[in-house]
């Protein structure tokens, strides 16, 4: 062990998240950035080689689970970092902030809170979007983010925005894809929130409480890998879904929410696929011809 550090002592911290640290550390040049938690610890920069720290910022009540993110906007890196209480743009280097937007807007979180999917930009649009809040669309201008659309819908009927719990959405060509929190995968019109097209056919082919696929873009095309161990091939446009083929790699094995459920992201590396079910890993070949 060359170095370590202990978030819940060296920190302060009452306890850790709820369902632990899950966003993945971000290496930037010499810096290794992390979500911490606490009073004005939210985010840590740690020095890759020694663990000291070089920087802290922010103060949240918790930390939530999606990573943290660089950007260029406007010709300026920025961090992304999207904890339970707001997003904000920080200067990686050393920690400055640059602008902050509360989210959710106008209520209170929902605790525990589960912001989860990484932030998505397209331009100076940045995508937020999670199960319990909905969609927000930010416009970051040079002055500061603003508002262009907030989709949020209550209940099982989530007719309104994505509300994503797990897998990551896209966006193309100004349109947004992702999954829904009852499965559905949908096609969003990335200037008004407003669904193009929804379907099924990718998360089991009915509505099930956190179906899911983790959506991997590939060319003109997209890799679908669903909870019920099945890696897909589709072409994901704003005209709709079009399946090109599909396969069953590994039985789930995980009961929740009244399902049996594999929720662990795919791999993609050297035209492979490697896949898991909490059991078992296997590399499966993606190659038109395997050598």
């Known amino acids: 062990m060359l170095w370590a550090r202990n978030f819940l002592l060296d920190y302060k911290l ?8 899950s966003s993945h ?8 950035i992390c979500l ?3 009073t004005n610890s939210a985010v840590v920069a740690f020095h890759k080689d020694t663990g000291k720290e070089l920087w802290s910022a922010l103060t949240t009540t918790e930390i939530g689970y999606a990573p943290p ?6 010709g300026r890196r920025q961090l992304i970092i999207w ?4 997003v904000s743009g920080l200067e ?5 902030l640059l602008w902050s937007q509360p989210y959710p807007i106008g209520s209170q979180p929902q605790r525990p809170e589960v912001t989860i999917a990484m ?11 999670s199960f319990y809040q909905g969609s927000l669309m930010l416009q970051l201008t040079p002055d500061g983010p603003k508002v262009a659309w907030n989709r949020h819908a209550t209940g099982e009927e989530m007719n309104e925005g994505l509300h994503t719990v797990l897998g990551t959405p896209f966006l193309k060509a100004g349109f947004i894809y992702g999954v829904c929190g009852f499965g559905e995968l949908r096609c969003l019109d990335a200037k008004t929130g407003e669904r193009k097209w929804e379907t099924y056919s990718a998360t089991g082919g009915k509505k099930a409480f956190f179906g899911n696929t983790f959506i991997t873009a590939h060319e003109a095309r997209a890799f679908l890998w669903n909870d019920q161990g099945e890696l897909i091939l589709a072409k994901l446009e704003p005209e709709g879904y079009q ?12 009961k929740t929410r009244g399902r049996i459920v594999t929720w662990c992201h795919p791999a993609y590396a050297n035209r492979c696929a490697y896949v898991h079910n909490g059991k078992e890993l296997i590399c499966v070949s993606l190659a038109a011809n395997p050598a």
Request: glycine share 12%; hydrophobic share 35%.
């Open 92 to 96: 990686p280097e050393t920690g400055k």
């Open 36 to 38: 911490v938690g606490g």
């Open 119 to 129: 932030p998505r930009l397209d331009g100076d649009l940045l995508f937020l979007t």
């Open 83 to 86: 904890h339970t209480d707001a």
């Open 243 to 254: 399946e090109l083929s599909r396969a069953k790699l590994l039985d789930p094995l995980e």
């Open 14 to 21: 009452s306890k850790p998240p709820v369902w632990g640290w």
């Open 69 to 74: 993110v660089i950007y260029t906007i406007h």
């Open 25 to 32: 550390p971000l290496l930037d040049g010499g810096r290794l």
